[in-house]
T-cell receptor, first 119, second 110 residues
Framework: SAVISQKPSRDICQRGTSLTIQCQVD?????MFWYRQQPGQSLTLIAT?????????ESGFVIDKFPISRPNLTFSTLTVSNMSPEDSSIYLC????????????????FGAGSRLTVL | QKEVEQNSGPLSVPEGAIASLNCTYS??????FFWYRQYSGKSPELIMS????GDKEDGRFTAQLNKASQYVSLLIRDSQPSDSATYLC??????????FGSGTRLQVQP
């Protein structure tokens, strides 16, 4: 199963600034997924990061606010731009851990997350 | 209507009892279903996956799937205080990324 390293693990940021979160995987993966988990809430998919092409964003998330880079098959970054207190959240990087041999379904594994607090 | 719905809880059970966690989903074309456990301040970790109607057992955990009713459940037998966590139901709708429910918080009372 893939091992994911995310950094920073936590940060306190000022309103209006931007922060870039890094996600490093110990093996090559086709897709990397960025989720957000707001306080007391479940995981919401922000975007899918594809190597060599633009990220695919979910409804409600835009590239200007959450630009994503995917320079190779083991690394991705998510930037949270022009932050406001509403962006205070845990941001999680996820990749396919393995594919189930019976169903072909992709099983996801998660990084430890980056806890952002915006003042 | 949310794509994946769970009762937020908390669900409180005594130690040694069976905990029953439920989940419904809206996309009838969904094929794969997952239960993740998330301890406070930690990232989600996979407990079980299920793809076919019926029951799937793994140790103290049993996942149940009823595609006709669009219903997935997780049973935890002989619940332990260490099982206290939030349990997230996740569904693969064919987009490769998973769609998660809001989670059910389980409290096992010693």
């Amino acid at each position: 199963s893939a091992v994911i390293s995310q950094k920073p693990s936590r940060d306190i940021c000022q309103r209006g600034t931007s922060l870039t979160i890094q996600c490093q995987v110990d093996s090559q993966v086709t897709m990397m997924f960025w989720y957000r988990q707001q306080p007391g809430q479940s995981l919401t998919l922000i975007a899918t990061a594809n190597q060599g092409s633009e990220a695919t964003y979910e409804s409600g998330f835009v590239i200007d606010k959450f630009p994503i880079s995917r320079p190779n098959l083991t690394f991705s970054t998510l930037t949270v731009s022009n932050m406001s207190p509403e962006d205070s959240s845990i941001y999680l990087c996820s990749v396919e851990a393995h594919r189930d041999s019976t169903s072909g379904a992709n099983v996801l594994t998660f990084g430890a997350g980056s806890r952002l607090t915006v003042l | 209507q949310k794509e994946v719905e769970q009762n937020s809880g908390p669900l409180s059970v005594p130690e040694g009892a069976i905990a029953s966690l439920n989940c419904t989903y809206s996309d009838r074309g969904s094929q794969s279903f997952f239960w993740y456990r998330q301890y406070s301040g930690k990232s989600p970790e996979l407990i079980m996956s299920i793809y076919s109607n019926g029951d799937k057992e793994d140790g103290r955990f049993t996942a149940q799937l009823n595609k006709a009713s669009q219903y997935v459940s997780l049973l935890i037998r002989d619940s332990q205080p260490s099982d206290s966590a939030t349990y997230l139901c996740a569904v693969d709708t064919g987009r490769r990324a998973l769609t998660f429910g809001s989670g059910t918080r389980l409290q096992v009372q010693p």
